[in-house]
């Protein structure tokens, strides 16, 4: 079978893959989108389970690229849900007519690098071959999802399935058993979703989040209307924030208020939607160890205040980490659920499981007989997408390999020793600490006047300087330093203990925590500057 050939391949056609081909396409470049799916939306195609939806606020989420998009689309939640999201990307795709250049079933399975022709060979799981003389990868931070590694895992007679591969059809769960493995942003979705609408529900936690209210709510025809106003402002704002979010820090100064005038303040944050609890709080929390407790405090009590028997509000505020020390979840009616009496906390802290069986799952104190489980083990992240592609690079050097430790990028978006290897919201960037679709449309924008600068010098590969992939590496390292979460377990630290490889305690480097507005200063510099950082032959 003849290879088919691109100047540019970009794998992926989720948030990031959508917006690249847009603008690749729009300058006239020869380009495709390999996605291994079925069909486009990545993040929003596959997690379809009962309570996914946005975190972000829906007017930031999307797209700000097109007025006549912004003009059309009313989002009709502030927090959008899965199949609402879903209809927009596909909405997106359509107008722009962007389907054409996508093609489906197609899971990227290796990459080989040629350093003569200064091009990549890239092969798909069904055999078939493409040529590009450069690869954008659009692979999502969150897109391999992880199962625990219990025994008898394979043996269970009843549905079971991760969150990620949640059936496309409906699933009635009406009077079943159903056991949730899983606490983190995924599980608490689940699980007040589900709380009500199962027979009997045990939630399986392995270690207790943070979690503060979503504050969800419609938008009507009027607000839609005002937010369409003031778009450009809603913009700025996000580009100003350190998170990407319209929510700003409060820099009055932690210690400079009283603790009453602090409550005050959490008291109205914890009243407001999204990420305001965190984004708009006092910088010191991050920072400052006493300023955290004291946050951490306020949030234990929050939760003592709404779950009704103390014992299980105990076992459902964190011990081994602060409040906003790791991805921070959102709910509604989480805490509430464990009032049913339909729903049960297993803590396995206390009783960890022994195996999966065909019935259900023993713990070390008991059998719990299910009907169904629900996997909410989270995410091979950042780096999981990568490795699931066998890629080799100058002289057969695996990616695997040199980021085995922890990954090495420059600017999170080009690794050395491998050329023309293009990465939007790769590690290191931004993408993985911030509003996620601001951060995409920073990274596809830089890469494209990437791509345009090598055209316009008659350069076919690109390459980072090894000097400067080192620098990038130790900023990385400083703004990770710098805060808190340092010790915490999770994917901000890059430790999941479902993937072989990963140690507890020691830190893969995978996401840039120095702020939204001060990574575009660097990257923005950099451009300016001609890329000096980057080899262009």
């Not at 606490?183 to 199962?198: C, F, M, P, R």
């Not at 509604?332 to 019935?359: G, K, M, Q």
């Not at 601001?438 to 055209?455: C, F, N, Q, S, Y």
Request: charged share 25%; glycine share 8%; proline share 4%.
């Amino acid at each position: 079978m003849e290879a088919e050939r691109h100047e540019i391949v970009v794998i992926g056609a989720g948030v990031s893959g959508i917006y690249q081909i847009k603008r690749l396409t729009d300058l006239g470049i020869d380009a495709i989108v390999l996605e291994g799916d079925d069909d486009m939306g990545g993040t929003w195609y596959r997690n379809r389970y009962p309570g996914a939806r946005f975190d972000s606020e829906s007017y930031t989420y999307g797209y700000s690229f097109s007025k006549e998009l912004l003009d059309e689309w009313h989002w009709n939640e502030r927090f959008s849900a899965q199949p609402e999201n879903l209809r927009y990307l596909n909405y997106v795709a359509d107008k722009f007519d962007l389907r054409r250049h996508m093609r489906f079933n197609a899971r990227v399975q290796t990459m080989i690098w040629d350093d003569v022709e200064h091009e990549w060979t890239i092969e798909l799981q069904t055999g078939e071959t493409y040529i590009a003389r450069f690869v954008v990868t659009s692979l999502g931070p969150l897109s391999m999802p992880t199962l625990p590694r219990y025994d008898g895992i394979d043996e269970f007679a009843g549905e079971s399935f991760h969150t990620y591969h949640w059936p496309k059809e409906p699933i009635d769960l009406a009077g079943k058993k159903v056991g949730v493995i899983g606490t983190g942003a995924t599980g608490i979705q689940v699980i007040a979703e589900l709380a009500d609408k199962v027979g009997e529900l045990k939630v399986f936690q392995r270690r207790p989040n943070w979690s503060s209210p979503l504050n969800n709510g419609p938008i009507s025809v009027d607000e839609m209307a005002a937010i369409r106003d003031r778009y450009d402002e809603i913009f700025t704002n996000c580009s100003a924030s350190p998170g990407g979010f319209e929510h700003v820090p409060d820099r009055r100064g932690f210690w400079n208020l009283t603790a009453e005038e602090r409550i005050e303040t959490w008291d109205k944050l914890y009243q407001q939607s999204g990420f305001a609890i965190l984004a708009a709080n006092f910088l010191e929390i991050f920072f400052d160890e006493k300023a955290n407790q004291e946050m951490s405090e306020y949030i234990a009590n929050r939760i003592r205040d709404r779950v009704d028997d103390p014992e299980v509000a105990e076992k459902l505020i964190p011990q081994d980490h602060g409040f906003g020390m790791q991805r921070l979840p959102l709910e509604t009616r989480y805490f509430e659920a464990y009032n049913r009496d339909n729903v049960h906390l297993v803590s396995l802290a206390d009783a960890p499981i022994e195996r999966i069986t065909a019935n259900g799952i023993q713990t070390a104190a008991e059998h719990h007989d299910l009907d169904v489980i629900v996997y909410a083990t989270g995410f091979d992240a950042i780096t999981g997408g990568y490795d699931r592609i066998d890629i080799r690079g100058v002289d057969g050097q695996t990616l695997a390999d040199k980021w085995s430790e922890s990954p090495r990028t420059h600017l999170g978006a080009l690794t050395h020793g491998f050329p023309n290897m293009l990465m939007v919201a790769g590690p290191q960037s931004v993408s993985g600490s911030t509003n996620f679709p601001r951060a995409i449309e920073i990274g596809v924008d830089w890469l494209t006047d990437l791509l345009v600068h090598a055209r316009e010098q008659g350069a076919t590969r690109i390459e980072a300087r090894l000097e400067a992939e080192q620098h990038w590496v130790e900023e990385v390292v400083r703004a990770h330093e710098k805060m808190l979460f340092r010790r915490s377990k999770g994917w901000f630290t890059g430790y999941n203990s479902n993937v072989a490889g990963h140690q507890e305690g020691k830190i893969r480097y995978q996401a840039y925590f120095g702020g939204s507005p001060k990574y575009v200063a660097i990257i923005d510099q950099a451009a300016a500057d001609g890329y000096p950082g980057v080899e262009l032959v």
